[in-house]
Nanobody, 122 residues
Framework: QVQLVESGGGLVQAGGSLRLSCTAS????????MGWFRQAPGKEREFVAA????????YYSDSVKGRFTISRDNAKNTVYLQMNSLKPEDTAVYTC???????????????WGQGTQVTVSS
């Protein structure tokens, strides 16, 4: 059974940093792409970043480029999202997902975690 478990969310002041983790289990993920998405209340799910587990290639949304960094630790089956210079508009539930291609489309991701709340106060 595939499981994706996020951690690291919380409350931070604007300008601060957080690091989210997503640990995968249940099968080999070496051929997958891991993505981070977020959803704020009343808004649609939004792509944040993605990384190819095998090549390390990354893809970012314009809204986070230069502030967020996605990385992975193959030995730990864990993907990270380092978030710096956080803004109140970054407040959302952040969810990791596993899929087959480096895409911003949620429909391209097969497995999803439960999400972790990130709140940025002004």
């Amino acid at each position: 059974q595939v499981q994706l478990v996020e951690s690291g969310g919380g409350l931070v002041q604007a300008g601060g940093s957080l690091r989210l983790s997503c640990t995968a289990s249940g099968q080999t993920f070496s051929s997958y792409v891991m993505g981070w998405f977020r959803q704020a209340p009343g808004k649609e799910r939004e792509f944040v970043a993605a990384i190819s587990w095998s090549s390390g290639a990354t893809y970012y949304s314009d809204s986070v480029k230069g502030r967020f960094t996605i990385s992975r630790d193959n030995a730990k089956n864990t993907v990270y999202l380092q978030m710096n210079s956080l803004k109140p508009e970054d407040t959302a539930v952040y969810t990791c997902a596993a899929g087959g291609s480096l895409s911003r489309r949620p429909s391209m991701y097969r497995y999803w975690g439960q999400g972790t709340q990130v709140t940025v106060s002004s």
